[in-house]
């Protein structure tokens, strides 16, 4: 069975610096997805990067970049810069590649406040 | 639509009663997914679906939860008889067919408070 395990249960970040989220998954497949998303206090899952197992190069999208290393099983995210728009939960999920029906797989959050 | 619609987004059940989540997946979507987010922030997958097929219903307590994905209708997550533990936010998601290159989308959310 697969599972994704966060280690940072808050982390905190002054505003404009940067910020490191963890994340160790386990599982026996080869091809797969790795996925952050935000949920700020609005509820609403915000996919914030993907990641897929085959690609060699770390996925970034603006101020946010990702360190997926596949042989030690660990996809962390980081965040540049931070804004107070930032502030959420953020969650690692893992989804095996072999059908868009396979369920993600969360870990079990991070929440990042930000100090201006 | 565009987006992921759950209705409604706060229900009040008292312990024993009934509750029924909805769900619109976004045109054009061929999988639908039921997450249960507790109040650890953990979530727990439920359920998913194909179109109108069930896909995956590992995670279901099949005491008391039952859902449906009918043609034309909004997609259904039911609690019979709801117990205190089954306080959580519980999120639908849906997805295209296609295995590669797809995201989950996901909607607002249904609170459930069993009191």
């Known amino acids: 069975a697969q599972t994704v395990t966060q280690s940072q249960p808050e982390m905190s970040v002054q505003e404009a610096e940067t910020v490191t989220l963890s994340c160790t998954y386990d599982?026996?497949?080869?091809?797969?997805?790795l996925f952050w998303y935000k949920q700020p206090p609005s509820r609403q899952m915000i996919l914030v990067i993907r990641?897929?197992?085959?690609?060699?190069q770390n996925a970034t999208e603006n101020r946010f970049s990702v360190n997926f290393q596949k042989a030690a099983k660990s996809f962390s995210l980081k965040i540049s810069d931070s804004q107070l728009g930032d502030a959420a939960m953020y969650f690692c999920?893992?989804?095996?590649?072999?059908?868009?029906?396979?369920?993600?797989?969360f870990g079990g959050g991070t929440r990042v406040l930000v100090k201006p | 639509g565009e987006e992921v619609a759950q209705t409604p987004k706060h229900l009040v059940r008292g312990e024993g009663q009934k509750a029924k989540l909805y769900c619109a997946p976004i045109k054009g979507h061929s999988y639908v997914f039921w997450y249960q987010q507790v109040l650890k922030n953990e979530f727990k997958f439920l359920i998913s679906f194909q179109n109108e097929n069930v896909f995956d219903e590992t995670g279901m307590p099949k005491e008391r939860f039952s859902a449906k994905c009918l043609p034309n209708s909004p997609c259904s997550l039911e609690i019979q008889a709801t117990k205190l533990e089954d306080s959580a936010v519980y999120f639908c998601?849906?997805?295209?067919?296609?295995?590669?290159?797809?995201?989950?989308?996901f909607g607002q959310g249904t609170r459930l408070t069993v009191v």
């Open positions: 599982t026996s497949e080869s091809d797969y997805y």
């Open positions: 999920a893992y989804r095996p590649v072999k059908a868009a029906g396979n369920k993600l797989t």
């Open positions: 990641q897929e197992a085959y690609k060699q």
């Open positions: 998601a849906s997805s295209q067919f296609r295995a590669e290159n797809t995201e989950a989308f």
